[in-house]
């Protein structure tokens, strides 16, 4: 007979001591001081947006971003993996909504603002290119060469929501956003005070010409610094399960077993566990030293034996980075010379001039410079969109995209 024990997972549990100070805390209306109220919502235009009982602040945020035309994009947008026909592996639609339910989990239990959670989260990736870190990498080269500016996907979410779009979002959700980078893991995360727009525009201007400021961004708000360690476990055991589907690797046997597990039903669970146990009634959020440790090891882990697939980073730059490239030079040349029939005008200044208000069309138009209006376009790409626009535009190209279909 099959042993049973040895599929069986290691699910931990909070403490008697924390859930009847968390039940203790709800029955006797204790309000978490940290939590972010949405009547202190800050806007650029603050005569608009007003909080109130039927859409409160945070909600109106929620609402701003998945009512965005650039939402629906999620569906078709790489998180990990690329070059599959395969409605099982994750994409970044999926990766969001992942990180708003972990994150509203952790976020609800410590007491805090689960619409301003939702909303960070739901809009983290917004600005995401096409072909994931691969594409961030190689729209950012474009950008460096013809600009002497670097494109990352955190700041250019701001950008789509507050440039591009001119949602008018609160602050509170914009500096959520630019600081939600999942890719740095820290022991703690603490919130650091932010005065005004003119700070949070700083910030964002800082991060285009200085490489370096993208490792330096700290949220403001508790509810930012959850969805930013969330970032990370929605996808650590996630990123696991694709690579399995994509038949990258037969099983995670591979992997080490860490502090919480390593399958993604652990993860998820223990590291919830842990940073509630370390951080109800903080004013910052913590996991423990063993757990720090095994995110570091999980994620050093995953690099060596699945982010670097020689096989998939050889089709990224032997066909995906001369691409980027290619069709980057042609926009600009297209927009530089005012040719009308070209598809930047019609797919992107189009789109953008019936998807903002006039006020904000009017000054996308006027203060957008050619080369960051070229990333803007490619930036707002699906996977399938980049492909086809490309075949469309260089026809005789010897670079194409083979798919994995479901029956490879």
Not at 8 to 30: A, F, H, P, Q, T
Not at 57 to 75: F, Q
Not at 119 to 141: K, M, V
Not at 268 to 274: D, H, P
Request: proline residues 3%; charged residues 30%.
């Amino acid at each position: 007979m099959k042993d049973e024990t040895v599929n069986r997972k290691n699910y931990s549990r909070l403490s008697k001591e924390i859930e009847e100070r968390i039940i203790s805390d709800r029955g006797n209306g204790v309000i978490n001081p940290c939590f972010t109220k949405n009547e202190d919502a800050v806007r650029r235009r603050q005569d608009w947006d007003k909080n109130t009982l039927l859409r409160p602040a945070y909600v109106r945020d929620v609402e701003k971003i998945m009512h965005s035309p650039y939402y629906n994009r999620y569906a078709d947008k790489t998180q990990v993996f690329s070059f599959y026909k395969n409605d099982d592996i994750t994409r970044r639609a999926l990766h969001v909504q992942l990180v708003s339910r972990i994150s509203r989990n952790i976020g609800g239990l410590l007491g805090l603002n689960t619409d301003l959670i939702e909303a960070i989260a739901l809009g983290h990736d917004i600005g995401h290119t096409p072909f994931g870190h691969a594409g961030e990498r190689y729209l950012s080269e474009c950008l460096q060469k013809h600009a002497g500016k670097y494109f990352n996907h955190n700041v250019h979410s701001v950008r789509v929501l507050d440039d591009i779009l001119n949602r008018n979002v609160s602050l509170q959700t914009l500096d959520g956003i630019l600081c939600h980078n999942g890719e740095f893991a820290m022991k703690e995360y603490r919130p650091v005070p932010l005065e005004d727009f003119e700070s949070f525009d700083k910030k964002v201007l800082e991060c285009y010409v200085d490489e370096a400021a993208i490792g330096k961004l700290v949220p403001y708000t508790l509810e930012a610094c959850v969805v930013r360690v969330c970032d990370m476990i929605a996808y650590l055991g996630k990123d696991r399960q694709d690579a399995i589907r994509a038949n990258l690797i037969e099983d995670d046997s591979i992997f080490d077993e860490q502090a919480f597990g390593k399958s993604n039903p652990e993860i998820i669970n223990n590291l919830i566990v842990n940073i509630v146990e370390n951080s109800y009634g903080r004013d910052y959020i913590a996991m423990d030293e063993e757990y720090y440790k095994a995110i570091k090891s999980t994620k050093k882990e995953n690099y060596e034996k699945i982010y670097y697939n020689e096989e998939v980073e050889k089709t990224y730059k032997d066909s995906i980075r001369p691409m980027f490239h290619e069709m980057y030079d042609k926009l600009l040349d297209d927009l530089k010379n005012g040719r009308k029939d070209s598809v930047i005008f019609s797919h992107h200044i189009e789109f953008v001039k019936d998807n903002s208000s006039s006020y904000g069309y009017d000054r996308y138009f006027s203060t957008t410079e050619p080369e960051q209006m070229v990333v803007d376009f490619i930036a707002s790409m699906t996977d399938d969109y980049f492909v086809d626009l490309f075949e469309y535009m260089f026809p005789k190209s010897n670079y194409k995209v083979e798919y994995i279909s479901y029956f490879d």
